[in-house]
């Protein structure tokens, strides 16, 4: 029964807190008429409360009784809580106030000694019975002028807390979930009263920020951790911790609401709300399902750390905002992976081609960590993020609607995860170029100059000419799919930003680039890079006659030509010395020339001219009487496989699967679009679509100011478009934050032009 309440808490956190915006705070403050607000909820209330029963009964397999109870109950105190507001506001008493604890009393004095429970439709309705007379005054004038950037924050806190809930409940089932939810709604109670409730009365009256609650807020925390120490059960164990968050998420919402006055939540309240999500099969896996007692107590340290540190990151200095901004992007393009296992993932034998559908195994890279703490020190105004912003958030929210419509599986609610996470790095690209665009751009060049040449000089040394996933010390994952386009793609970004002040190091690099995209293997980054750069130096020679130019993409073909030459002369030796080690049973396979002999499950064997072990294919996807590359028919059948089942399912091309494919069939589409639309609809592409067409916009708008503004976009159109349409990029974790960010970095440049337009066009008018 507990863990049925709190699926329809979830519930009617994801539909009547998404649209209540704030509302309470921005009524105290005046910012808000409580007329046109209550008018707003009279028109939305009754759709809600059907989604809300949708998601409870249909969704969440909650009984039909206890679900219309509560949601009847959270419609009524949504409707009264702009009259009771605004009689806040006036320093008024509500009349109401009494008969709510002796109704609940008589409520639970019949659950307790009855097995009746009518005196419950008394309960819900009883506290609208004072304010329907304020309702029938209700304005209809402006009442949809509302804040929606609230709306937004809201939306995304309100759906997120349904998604944890579910994602707890999928993970360790409802018996051990109903030992969870009652500790985190007894021991979270102060926390969320600070937040809704309290705190924005508080703060009206000058008294969130005073001695007497910081006082109080450490006897909370005492209290939590005594009552943990002699907590024997799940269920006090996880009341203590959560009283101990609670004194965190206090602190935490002191913050968030002096931001709310700055209208400059709703990009953390995203982020907060995303790791959050993350944290649910984090704590499961690293754990094991006791874990999940710590995760009100993890929320709170995470958002007192979000909406803290943004407000102490605008006190650092611009020698220390250097530092800072140098550790994040190293550790933002450096590629290490760390695994849910404990392990930073560092394979000598063979590189992972496939997590095997384990989150626990998966490599993740530290770039999430790196990308999440930059925003929020680094963090732009609203007014410079607002396509970002919006863009996530609408996305983030489709995603959610489809899980919803769906009835999904965890494996679905982790696939939101996994495609919303790399998006935030939007942020973080317009965020740094707005701080310093060529000294983020310098510290590319100076990871390009060390990383390139160690990698190519590892590979040589283990006696490779394909490039090498072993590092010694670490192992990089997606060594040949995604990391050599990652790298041509940050070259390209350099080319432009420092041709003129840092040519020789360019020109220096050049001849290694070229042999890093020949060695890995990578058509997408190889044809990428050579185009790129072929046409950037022609266009350079037409416009200022500077042969010199052309001496980036001559080294490059040259190196790259080279390296295939000496890889085709080599093949007949390495051929040879194949034959003569290959000790494998049938079936199997041998990874590279020492390497182990690998399950018989693919019976197709791809090897480089060196001899080095590329990738393999399942049975099923090939067709020997084809003349085509096996790759080529890999992606192929893959194709035919997700568009067969599409046209067999219509509907399901607006709002997607209930779960990925069986990982025994296919592990994802090859194609991010498709793979998107396949589980999530086409409504889910929109908001990618849309700013796309916006960047292209902005960016034609103002090429006439800054030419370079061309280039920029046409490297990130080929991450985007190009090489979407044959991997899922964007999905992945390292590559997906590494295009996400060059996105947002072009967002902040057309911004940043656009603003030098705009102050020029002033100075000259006067």
Same mark, same amino acid.
């Given at each position: 029964?507990?863990?049925?309440? *709190?699926?329809? %808490? ?79 506001? !006036? ?67 309100? =759906?997120?807390?349904?998604? !944890? ?18 500790? +985190? ?12 409730? *309290? ?13 007497? @609650? ?26 203590? @911790? ?30 907060? %709300? ?82 095997? $559908? ?19 020190? +680094? ?28 009835? !999904? ?19 973080? $690209? ?15 060049? =100076? ?22 996933? &072993? ?120 990874? $590279?020339?020492? $390497? ?30 084809? %003349? ?15 568009? #067969? ?27 991010? &679009? ?16 849309? =700013?796309?067409? &916006? ?6 708008? %103002?090429?006439? #100011? #800054? ?10 159109? &080929? ?48």
């Amino acid at each position: 029964m507990a863990a049925d309440v *709190a699926i329809v %808490q979830g519930a009617v956190l994801a539909t009547f807190y998404v649209f209540s915006g704030d509302a309470r705070h921005l009524i105290l403050a005046g910012n808000m008429r409580a007329e046109n607000v209550i008018f707003f909820r009279l028109v939305c209330f009754l759709p809600l409360a059907l989604l809300s029963y949708f998601m409870s009964v249909n969704v969440g397999q909650v009984n039909a009784v206890i679900a219309c109870a509560l949601i009847l109950r959270r419609s009524t105190e949504w409707l009264a809580e702009p009259h009771v507001t605004e009689i806040e506001r !006036q320093n008024n008493k509500w009349s109401g106030w009494y008969l709510q604890p002796l109704i609940f009393l008589a409520f639970i004095n019949q659950v307790l000694f009855t097995e009746e429970i009518w005196i419950i439709w008394f309960w819900a309705m009883s506290p609208i019975m004072f304010s329907l007379k304020f309702m029938i005054n209700a304005e209809s004038k402006s009442a949809f002028h509302i804040a929606w950037e609230t709306i937004a924050s809201t939306a995304i806190i309100g =759906l997120t807390g349904y998604i !944890q809930r579910l994602l707890i409940v999928s993970f360790v089932g409802k018996e051990f979930s109903g030992m969870l939810f009652p500790g +985190f709604a007894i021991g979270s109670f102060v926390g969320t009263m600070a937040a809704n409730v *309290a705190g924005p009365t508080l703060l009206n009256k000058g008294l969130f920020n005073s001695k007497y @609650l910081t006082g109080s807020l450490i006897l909370l925390f005492f209290i939590g951790l005594l009552m943990c120490v002699v907590s024997e059960t799940v269920l006090y164990q996880t009341m203590a @911790l959560s009283i101990i968050g609670g004194a965190a998420m206090i602190a935490a919402q002191q913050s968030r609401l002096m931001l709310l006055k700055e209208n400059h939540t709703l990009e953390f309240d995203l982020l907060f %709300q995303l790791a959050l999500v993350f944290s649910v099969p984090a704590l499961y896996y690293l754990v094991g399902k006791h874990g999940l007692m710590w995760f009100y107590l993890l929320g709170s340290i995470m958002a007192w750390l979000f909406y803290k540190g943004n407000i102490v990151s605008k006190k650092i200095n611009k020698k220390w905002q250097l530092r800072f901004a140098f550790l994040i992007v190293l550790g933002l393009i450096v590629p290490i992976f760390f695994q849910l296992s404990g392990n930073i993932y560092n394979n000598e034998l063979v590189a992972m081609v496939d997590s095997g $559908g384990s989150f626990q195994k998966v490599p993740l890279p530290m770039s999430l960590l790196c990308c999440y703490i930059g925003v929020f020190l +680094f963090s732009a105004e609203y007014s410079k993020t607002k396509p970002a912003i919006l863009t996530i958030s609408v996305m983030f929210l489709l995603l959610v609607m489809s899980t919803i419509i769906t009835n !999904q599986g965890a494996g679905k609610l982790i696939l939101l995860v996994q495609y919303i996470l790399p998006t935030v790095a939007l942020l973080l $690209g317009i965020a740094l170029v707005d701080f310093d665009r060529k000294y983020i751009a310098k510290i590319f060049l =100076l990871f390009l100059i060390i990383f390139v040449p160690a990698q190519l000089l590892m590979t040589w040394i283990q006696g490779r000419l394909s490039l090498t996933h &072993y590092m010694y010390v670490i192992s990089v994952y997606s060594h040949y799919q995604y990391v050599p386009l990652v790298i041509a793609g940050l070259y390209a970004w350099t080319l432009v930003e420092l041709k003129h002040s840092h040519a020789k190091w360019l020109y220096l690099l050049a001849p290694w680039m070229g042999i890093y995209v020949a060695a890995g293997n990578s058509t997408i980054a190889l044809f990428g890079l050579v185009i790129f750069t072929s046409i950037y130096a022609l266009c350079a020679l037409i416009r200022k006659k500077r042969r010199s130019d052309m001496l980036i993409p001559l080294f490059i073909i040259t190196t790259i030509a080279s390296y295939f030459y000496v890889n085709t002369h080599l093949a007949y030796e390495i051929n040879q010395k194949l034959n003569e080690r290959w000790e494998c049973k049938s079936g199997e396979l041998k990874d $590279g020339l020492n $390497g182990p002999c690998l399950p018989g499950l693919y019976e197709d064997k791809f090897f480089d001219q060196s001899g080095n072990f590329i990738y393999f294919h399942q049975k099923s996807t090939i067709d020997k009487g084809s %003349q085509l590359p096996a790759n080529v028919m890999e992606k192929k059948a893959i194709a035919s496989f997700y568009m #067969d089942d599409i046209a067999k399912h219509p509907l399901t091309l607006l709002y997607g699967h209930s779960s990925p494919p069986a990982r025994s069939e296919v592990s994802s589409a090859h194609n991010y &679009y498709l793979d998107l639309i396949y589980n999530f609809g086409m409504l889910a592409c929109l908001p990618l679509l849309v =700013l796309a067409l &916006y960047t292209a916009y902005a960016v034609f708008q %103002q090429k006439d #100011d #800054d030419s370079t503004l061309i280039w920029l976009l046409a490297i990130v159109m &080929y991450f985007v478009i190009v090489d979407n349409m044959f991997k899922v990029t964007l999905r992945q974790p390292y590559p997906g934050i590494i295009a996400f960010f060059l996105w947002g970095a072009l967002l902040g440049v057309v911004r940043l032009k656009t603003r030098e337009v705009n102050i020029s066009r002033v100075k000259s008018f006067s």
